[in-house]
């Protein structure tokens, strides 16, 4: 037989098994992508119709327009202002700091070798915690009663300070434990990240950082930040999108009627739409939603391109 008869034999041979290997990748994966696609893909798409149907009523699956009207309703509604105010201070205040102190108690449980383990575990228990549990007790430590100004107020009129109602009282006080219980709720798990990729970074770096004599500062910004940019990173996108998705803090705080209290957050806004005082209104709730994921995909963009230049991989 000629050999570029059997040449091209065994090279078709080899291009069918690719493309065996090739479906057989694919087949593994379908599940996924069916399931992706029918609660995410679908309902993303259906928002985004919902958006525009003007006057759509969710009982009788009528209309009777189409066009920009909820968009322009929902941008100049004050309830949604409000909200995308608390929103994007939610986000400016906590990501930065949550990551920040994470990543210095971080260190500190990496210097402490022979009971890391035991302050990581410590640390991570707040994160288990059921989120109105911690909020209840968050409400005890800072809210006003008949018969006590809360520990925290205490602890101010001990130092000579007047109490303040951080619950009930002025806005800056109400974002301050709002603030205060978003970092308290989202640390633990940024320390568990940040401990398991300091424990990961070759120490072989750091003995010759210490033979050249390099100071711990020049080190930890040499080394030690480089070698974990990727996950600090990852924490700061998913705290980003976490923080723009809040709403069960703020409710865990002040309650249900989180616009009286002038505390309500983008979530929020919808899930009045939806089903609060306000409800019956699916298609500015659909608005409010594609608005919400046009900011988080916007800001995950500029992370990512941000990210490329100061990432090391």
Known sequence: MDKRKMEGKHSGAGSWKTRFNS???????????????????????????YSFEEGYNSASQTYFGTGTYNY???????????????????????VPLSTGIALL?????????PLRNLLQTIYFLPYVTNTLAVGLVFMILFKKT??????VNLLIQWFGGESVDFIDGPYWAKMFVLCLYTIWVVMPFKILILTSALASVN?????????????????FMRITLPMISPMIFYLVITGFIGAFKAYSDAVALFGTNLNAAGMNTIVGYVYDMLY??????PSYASAAAII???????????????????VHY
Do not use: E
Not at 25 to 48: E, K, N, R, S, T
Not at 276 to 281: A, F, Q, T, V
Not at 292 to 310: D, H, P, S, Y
């Open 203 to 219: 120490q072989d770096y750091y003995k010759a950082a210490r033979v050249d004599g390099t100071s711990k500062f020049r080190t």
């Open 146 to 151: 008949a018969y006590s100004d809360g520990l």
């Open 292 to 310: 919400l994921f046009a900011i988080v995909l916007t800001i995950t963009c500029v992370n990512l391109l941000i990210g490329r230049k100061n």
């Open 23 to 49: 479906m057989k990748g694919w087949l593994y994966l379908l599940p996924a992508i069916l399931f992706l696609g029918f609660f995410m893909v679908y309902p993303l798409i259906d928002v985004f119709v």
């Open 276 to 281: 609060g005082d306000s409800g019956g209104y």
């Open 105 to 113: 108690i971080s260190v500190g449980l990496d210097s402490i070798k």
């Open 72 to 94: 322009s309703y929902v941008l100049h509604d004050p309830y949604f202002l409000q909200a995308l105010k608390n929103t994007f201070l939610l986000v400016i205040i906590t």
